[in-house]
């Protein structure tokens, strides 16, 4: 079987056409190239935390992150030679080999192991790297495959990570907010919905008018905010989503197109940024917003006349022909099928991204959006030739992963041979995990570029559905179920009325799910030092619930207590912004001098925590707990040794209470029962942390050993008087937990006879 090479063989040799030493010099002299200095210019190795360039059939390893995989197994200037127990050949590409043995190591089969042959000086080793164990590809992946589905639940929680609390991403005006916004959109969880929610609510509130190379943020913001409200029916965005709509309307060329900047100076049409502007325009129109029918049906007609003539070009030109256009025939798929105007146009073109699978990295400035909207078409060209496509890519795409859940667009020939200094790369995963990783959501089809049906919230609809549209509006969430529980015609309604229902219904159930999880996280956040992402938190709710909204009353009550920690915390971004920006302009020796000096510092926002256990912070959790008198030294009874190991250890004799566990000490010190044994048990599907913390109401004057799955992993020694804390807990912890039923227990005791007071929760996280 063919195994394709995403870059012709001869642009492999591009680094390696600028060194001038000798392969035999290897062990006197460090081979460089003028390219490596660039970080946009390197290639990522995929999850193991290295980074390096491509010789020829070598690739020479540049960078090792600290903490990630490989770091103190590979170190800079080694030399990669095979990975997988297969050596790189000089008529390989050395990428794709490596890709191939990342994506097999992490198969179950693989056991996680990345076995690669390495040159370090002038001696041949062996280096196993050891990645986590994410599954294996089905054959219809992203499609019914659970390694998929966890590739962008890991790619959401990044992106979540590198958010500022008012919702944006820094970036190029504006436009790793839209890219990401539409990401935590698309992955259809409620977990990430108050993200895409504030992503969209501060793109609402930008002047586009006075942006830098204006129509790229326009189309990029106009779909990121029309896709939200045909999604949410959020109404919030809409008077922004009608002024960004006149503006690149207003903004149009006389041929149908688009320029960098709106009114379009002297530079002429630039198709990639006109499709994207066609895009937003006729996905506004969806949302109820006014766009002229003339600015549609000129750049309908520009556009079709290359519909079996070739690719879109760059501009106002003849039709390209040749395998790729770096996403502009891509999005013409995406555009004709919103459209509706032409679907055959819409197959065409996507059969053409299809069968170009093996060109994807050749493009203008990077291949950027050749990877961000291939998939979204070639998906027009029917399932068997949406496969074809994927499969010859999988090796890349699990190189372009990093191990922080990331995903980066490698730098691609034009890159390398440095006519541009990879505009889409030099950021990191920042600004490309959304792009990247954004085909993983297609079979939730959650958005209209993903193939979703069209929205309730932008069609005009007919009774019964207009009244329950009204309910759902006015946040009336128990009313609205109970009246589609109560249709009991609801059989016999048309297909559109079927799914305008069943798209309230869901849409109303993760607005509840989201609103709920952000409350928490404002409490928690408030508690865990970052109240100012606490008050954002509370903003965007505020704006979709409404400031009176009696669901907000507690919250806004403890965002009021913090009002000093908030200003602070306002200031505290606001300086690290600026100082990122510097990472921005990688043009500038400044710009490569902060990359290279704050590569791995940035705001401390807290990390994505999954709750684990509960703790009884917020709501009473259930305990087994057994009471025991005597004193610290002996315990009146003695439990069995798996009391704290097994967790179907038979504690039905125990009591059952609700936590904090509490027991107020007598006025006659001798008669005080000083022990206190707890259990509960809980269940973990997937035991993929890096880390684990207990979540602790602060013991005081008191001792508690704290046990999970019977080996201790803390003991809380006289803690806070009152409140909870959080408890970080060593590395060699995230072993203990196991896939299935796990016991957290602890045995909670006073040397002094005096009250006692506990409860516990376990926390988890993947960064």
């Not at 990093?402 to 600004?431: A, I």
Request: net charge negative; glycine share 10%; proline share 5%.
């Amino acid at each position: 079987m063919k195994r394709y090479s995403l870059i012709p063989t001869a642009f492999l040799s591009l680094a390696a056409a600028m060194c001038l030493l000798t392969d035999s010099a290897w062990s006197q002299a460090v081979r460089w190239s003028p390219h490596a200095d660039w970080q946009g210019r390197q290639i990522n190795l995929g999850p193991t935390g290295a980074r390096g360039w491509v010789d020829g059939h070598r690739i020479h390893v540049l960078h090792v992150s600290q903490g990630s995989p490989a770091d103190g197994l590979l170190l800079p200037h080694d030399t990669l030679l095979g990975a997988g127990g297969e050596e790189f050949t000089k008529d390989s590409d050395p990428r794709m080999i490596l890709g191939r043995a990342i994506t097999e190591s992490e198969t179950p089969r693989g056991g996680g192991r990345l076995e690669l042959l390495v040159r370090r000086g002038d001696k041949r080793i062996e280096v196993t790297v050891s990645l986590r164990v994410m599954g294996e590809y089905s054959a219809t992946w992203p499609t019914k495959c659970e390694k998929s589905a966890k590739i962008l639940r890991e790619a959401c929680g990044y992106l979540a990570t590198t958010q500022y609390p008012d919702g944006h991403v820094p970036g190029e005006v504006g436009m790793f907010t839209a890219y990401g916004g539409l990401m935590l959109l698309a992955s259809d969880n409620p977990q990430f919905l108050d993200n895409a929610r504030r992503a969209a609510h501060w793109l609402s509130e930008q002047d586009y008018r006075a942006m830098e190379l204006n129509a790229w943020p326009s189309g990029y913001a106009g779909l990121m905010m029309a896709e939200y409200y045909l999604k949410t029916g959020d109404p919030t965005v809409l008077p922004k989503l009608q002024d960004v709509a006149d503006f690149i309307a207003e903004g149009q060329m006389a041929c149908g197109s688009w320029a960098h900047n709106m009114p379009w100076g002297g530079y002429g049409a630039v198709n990639q940024v006109g499709l994207v502007c066609l895009i937003a325009l006729t996905t506004a129109k969806e949302c109820g917003i006014e766009v002229d029918q003339a600015v549609l049906d000129r750049s309908d007609a520009f556009f079709s006349k290359y519909v079996g003539k070739g690719w879109v070009p760059y501009g106002d030109h003849r039709p390209w022909m040749g395998p790729s256009s770096n996403g502009k025939g891509a999005l013409a798929a995406v555009a004709f099928d919103l459209l509706g105007t032409s679907p055959e146009a819409a197959r065409m073109f996507g059969r053409g991204v299809a069968d170009s699978y093996d060109y994807r990295e050749i493009g203008h400035t990077g291949s950027y959006f050749s990877f961000m909207w291939g998939p979204l078409a070639a998906r027009h060209a029917g399932a068997d030739r949406l496969q074809k496509f994927l499969d010859a890519q999988q090796s890349y795409y699990d190189l372009a992963r990093t191990y922080e859940g990331g995903m980066v667009c490698q730098p691609n020939p034009e890159n390398l041979g440095g006519r541009t200094p990879g505009s889409y790369t030099f950021d990191g995963p920042e600004g490309t995990t959304a792009g990247m990783a954004l085909f993983y959501a297609m079979p939730l089809g959650s958005l209209r570029v993903l193939g979703a049906e069209k929205s309730v919230f932008g069609a005009k609809v007919s009774e019964p559905v207009a009244g329950l549209r009204r309910l759902y509006e006015q946040r009336k969430w128990d009313e609205l179920d109970a009246r589609i529980g109560g249709l009991a015609e609801y059989r016999s309604f048309s297909d559109q009325q079927r799914r305008h229902i069943e798209q309230l219904a869901a849409a109303a159930k993760t607005q509840q799910a989201s609103v709920a999880l952000t409350l928490t996280q404002i409490e928690r956040y408030a508690t865990d030092q970052d109240p100012y992402r606490a008050a954002e938190l509370l903003a965007g709710l505020e704006r979709l619930l409404g400031e009176d909204s009696a669901q907000l009353a507690e919250a806004q009550a403890l965002i009021a207590y913090h009002g000093r920690e908030v200003e602070a915390g306002r200031e505290y971004y606001e300086a690290w912004e600026k100082l990122m920006f510097y990472r921005t302009i990688y043009w500038t020796g400044y710009g490569r001098d902060a990359k290279r000096r704050i590569e791995k510092l940035g705001p401390t926002g807290p990390k994505p925590w999954n709750v684990l256990l509960a703790s009884s912070r917020l709501e009473p959790q259930p305990w087994r707990v057994l009471r025991s008198g005597d004193t610290a030294d002996a315990p009146a009874i003695e439990l069995p040794a798996d009391w704290q190991q097994q967790p179907d250890f038979d504690d039905s004799e125990w009591a059952e209470e609700t936590g904090p566990i509490t027991l107020r000490a007598p006025r006659n010190v001798e008669d005080n029962a000083t022990h206190v044994y707890v259990r509960r048990t809980f269940t973990v599907e997937d035991i993929n942390y890096t880390e684990l913390r207990l979540r602790v109401l602060g013991v005081r004057d008191q001792v508690a050993d704290v046990s999970l799955n019977g080996v201790r992993i803390a003991q809380l020694i006289d803690g806070e008087k009152k409140g909870y804390v959080t408890v970080p807990l060593r590395p060699e912890a995230v072993a203990l937990l196991r896939e299935g039923v796990n016991c957290l227990t602890a045995h909670c005791y006073s040397e002094e006879g005096k009250s006692l007071s506990l409860d516990l929760g376990l926390e988890a996280t993947q960064y």
